[in-house]
T-cell receptor
Framework: NAGVTQTPKFRILKIGQSMTLQCAQD?????MYWYRQDPGMGLKLIYY???????DKGEVPNGYNVSRSTTEDFPLRLELAAPSQTSVYFC??????????????FGQGTRLTVV | ELKVEQNPLFLSMQEGKNYTIYCNYS?????LYWYRQDPGKSLESLFV?????AVKQEGRLMASLDTKARLSTLHITAAVHDLSATYFC??????????FGTGTRLTVIP
């Protein structure tokens, strides 16, 4: 099983450039998330989606946009990249089990540097 | 604002010793998760705790949840080098989102 696939794995952007981080899952999960992890820190939620066509802001949404046109894909768009967006980005997906459990599966991460 | 605090942030322990990592959170939640992260890698799920009093064990790790105290612990028994990693707790909110603690970086030394 592929699970959660993120591309690219690494990227260097210049200040002011834009890019889209891709995330795809093949587990038919309704919930998808984007987190960022700064060096030595925990993960902070950027955006999340509870199903196709539905997205909402997390803790740190400024400077980012998302869309969820299909269940499988949840791309994250950076407009006008800034050095503060240098981070490792993780995409995750989850489903709600019968017992209320919510195990999230994470992609391998995208390491982004803005110079 | 939801806060999830772990302590200690850094832990250096000798092989064979026992230690406990604490995770305190500020909101009502009956679901908590523990993850492991190796340097430069993604997160690996360790434990899913779904109710007050839940206790789960896997090898040298044991996790527990006290929802009344809003506290979870991750206990390490007879540490070995392979346990060196960063450990995160994460609290689930009503929107099915995971809010992560700052992590505990564990180093096990011979």
């Amino acid at each position: 099983n592929a699970g959660v696939t993120q591309t690219p794995k690494f990227r260097i952007l210049k200040i002011g450039q834009s890019m889209t981080l891709q995330c795809a899952q093949d587990m038919n999960h309704n919930y998808m998330y984007w987190y960022r992890q700064d060096p030595g820190m925990g993960l902070k939620l950027i955006y999340y989606s509870v199903g196709a066509g539905i997205t909402d802001k997390g803790e740190v949404p400024n400077g980012y946009n998302v869309s969820r046109s299909t269940t499988e894909d949840f791309p994250l768009r950076l407009e006008l990249a800034a050095p503060s967006q240098t981070s490792v980005y993780f995409c995750a997906s989850s489903t709600r089990g019968a017992e209320g459990d919510t195990e999230a599966f994470f992609g391998q991460g995208t390491r982004l540097t803005v110079v | 604002e939801l806060k999830v605090e772990q302590n200690p942030l850094f832990l250096s322990m000798q092989e064979g010793k026992n230690y406990t990592i604490y995770c305190n959170y500020s909101t009502t939640s009956d679901r908590l998760y523990w993850y492991r992260q190796d340097p430069g890698k993604s997160l690996e799920s360790l434990f899913v705790l779904l109710s007050n009093g839940a206790v789960k064990q896997e090898g040298r790790l044991m996790a527990s949840l006290d929802t009344k105290a809003r506290l979870s612990t991750l206990h390490i028994t007879a540490a070995v080098h392979d346990l060196s990693a960063t450990y995160f707790c994460a609290v689930v909110t009503g929107a099915n989102n995971l809010f992560f603690g700052t992590g505990t970086r564990l180093t096990v030394i011979p």
